[in-house]
């Protein structure tokens, strides 16, 4: 499958939105209390078009998933340091798995990273339970920095998000 990765087109961020969201919820990664507020967040892809770089993988024509990559001290960054870039919100549409679209937007970002003036780190932050994405971070070499996993949510205690970064 040839998958091009680019930035999303406004008459794709519905889509986008919708892919996200459903991978997020078919994977049941919004079973804490403020999740109806953060679905919301996920299906707005114009309001992270607006503050960051949203990619888009397409193979064939077909939308497969999506990223939003946030350079140095963006407004969408969640942990991002001075010097450092962030990914966000990656997401593959379920039928669309396994073929590669998710390394592809992985990848796309650490190349934005690298070509970021005065960017020296990549980081993110992810679920417990998104092994598949794990993997392919672990596959291209990001290590887990367990002294930056986070709570998004305070006061639910079984919500720490587990944190990596790639050294560029």
């Not at 999506?66 to 960054?77: D, H, K, L, N, Y």
């Not at 002294?147 to 990596?164: Q, S």
Request: proline share 4%; glycine share 8%.
């Amino acid at each position: 499958m040839d998958i091009q990765i680019r930035r999303a087109k406004p008459t794709e961020y519905t889509a986008l939105g919708d892919i996200t969201a459903q991978a997020y919820l078919q994977d049941g990664l919004l079973d804490f209390g403020e999740s109806d507020e953060y679905l919301d967040e996920l299906k707005d892809v114009a309001k992270r078009a607006a503050a960051a770089e949203v990619l888009v993988a397409v193979a064939d024509g077909r939308l497969l998933g999506g990223v939003t990559f946030v350079p140095s001290g963006g407004p969408m960054a969640d942990i991002a340091a001075p010097g450092e870039a962030e990914i966000r919100m990656l997401a593959v549409d379920h039928a669309a798995r396994g073929r590669g679209a998710g390394e592809a937007l992985v990848r796309a970002c650490i190349d934005r990273a690298r070509a970021t003036e005065a960017c020296v780190r990549i980081v993110l932050s992810t679920q417990r339970t998104m092994h598949s994405a794990h993997r392919i971070y672990e596959r291209l070499d990001f290590v887990r920095t367990p002294e930056r996993d986070w709570n998004p949510i305070p006061h639910l205690d079984d919500i720490t998000l587990l944190t990596y970064q790639l050294t560029l």
